[in-house]
């Protein structure tokens, strides 16, 4: 048996490459297929192991309200709207002086709030006057801290 020469070999090997580069096609020529369409709506949950996560879909408001305009409104959107709308406190029911630097210590120490202590002071000012402009905060021999100032989901935990 004859061993073919070199050049029969390049020859049969640019033409195997040219028949398999024609077989596949020019560049870009190739479309990935469509993925699989879906078989039905994703599951709501998942349950493994004893624990079943449910998923939920939750439509939040759009707040962009902010405090309304008086000494300190600064310090308070500076501080308060970082975590919760000013909505959430602006709904809240007439607290006494006592029972808003109660809260915002709550918020600081408990929720860990990012407020600074030099701006409590301030913080409980305003959110004071606000109260008295709703025209039913606590009278005043009532402000001995007695009373569970309300989070700011109105509850008092």
């Given at each position: 048996?004859?061993?073919?020469?070199?050049?029969?070999?390049?020859?049969?090997?640019?033409?195997?490459?040219?028949?398999?580069?024609?077989?596949?096609g020019?560049?870009?020529?190739?479309?990935?297929?469509?993925?699989?369409a879906?078989?039905?709506?994703?599951?709501?949950?998942?349950?493994f192991?004893?624990?079943?996560?449910?998923?939920?879909?939750?439509?939040?408001?759009?707040?962009?309200?902010?405090?309304?305009?008086?000494?300190?409104?600064?310090?308070?959107?500076?501080?308060?709207?970082?975590?919760?709308?000013?909505?959430?406190?602006?709904?809240?029911?007439a607290?006494t002086?006592?029972?808003?630097?109660?809260?915002?210590?709550?918020?600081?120490e408990?929720?860990?709030?990012?407020?600074?202590?030099?701006?409590?002071p301030?913080?409980?000012?305003?959110?004071?006057?606000?109260?008295?402009?709703?025209?039913?905060?606590?009278?005043?021999?009532?402000?001995?801290?007695?009373?569970?100032?309300?989070?700011?989901?109105?509850?008092?935990?």
């Amino acid at each position: 048996m004859k061993v073919p020469s070199i050049g029969t070999l390049s020859f049969g090997a640019v033409g195997l490459a040219a028949v398999v580069l024609i077989a596949i096609g020019p560049p870009g020529s190739h479309v990935p297929p469509p993925p699989p369409a879906p078989s039905g709506p994703a599951p709501s949950n998942v349950a493994f192991g004893g624990f079943t996560l449910t998923s939920a879909a939750i439509d939040l408001p759009i707040d962009d309200q902010q405090y309304p305009d008086g000494p300190h409104a600064d310090v308070i959107n500076a501080n308060c709207t970082s975590c919760h709308s000013a909505s959430m406190a602006l709904t809240q029911p007439a607290l006494t002086s006592d029972q808003w630097k109660s809260t915002v210590i709550k918020m600081k120490e408990v929720y860990k709030a990012p407020v600074a202590e030099k701006d409590i002071p301030a913080i409980v000012e305003y959110l004071t006057a606000l109260s008295a402009k709703q025209g039913s905060a606590a009278p005043a021999g009532k402000e001995s801290g007695s009373q569970v100032a309300p989070d700011a989901s109105g509850g008092t935990g």
